[in-house]
């Protein structure tokens, strides 16, 4: 019985675009300044918090204090910025009725004070 070919699927408009960049197009033109600006806040404590570990990893951990209070800074300030960014998205508003951007944003810095006071105590 000879093979049967079936026609390749016809290629659509959306189609033709890697996940990734549809990914990327929709966050670009759907996403507000605001978000996209702690987005990359958010990224680079994330990779400052990864050069820190291989780090630590890699060469020495000699004031393994220093190194807590700087991976612990990372990680607080990503806690404290995603909270920040879950509040003053629009599309999170019903969750947070009561909590005005301005208001968020005074959290978050307050947050990040006390934060900073901890770590800056905990260096010696």
């Known amino acids: 019985m000879p093979a049967t070919k079936t026609a390749p699927p ?3 408009a ?6 990734i960049s549809s990914l990327w197009k929709a966050y670009y033109d759907n996403t507000s300044t ?3 600006t702690i987005d990359a806040f958010l ?3 994330m990779l400052s918090g990864i050069i820190q570990f291989l780090y630590c990893i890699l060469v020495t951990n000699f004031p393994f ?3 807590l209070a700087g991976f612990a800074s990372c990680v607080g300030q990503f806690v404290l910025a995603a909270s920040l960014r879950a509040q003053v998205n629009p599309a999170n508003r ?3 009725k009561e ?3 301005e208001r968020a944003f005074a959290e978050f810095a307050l947050g990040s004070i006390v934060l900073h006071f901890f770590v800056y ?4």
Do not use: D
């Open 65 to 67: 204090n220093a190194f």
């Open 34 to 36: 605001r978000l996209k």
């Open 94 to 96: 019903k969750e947070f």
């Open 14 to 19: 959306g189609s033709s675009q890697s996940p």
């Open 121 to 124: 105590n905990f260096l010696g």
């Open 99 to 101: 909590v005005s951007p």
């Open 10 to 12: 016809a290629k659509t």
């Open 43 to 45: 990224v680079y404590l």
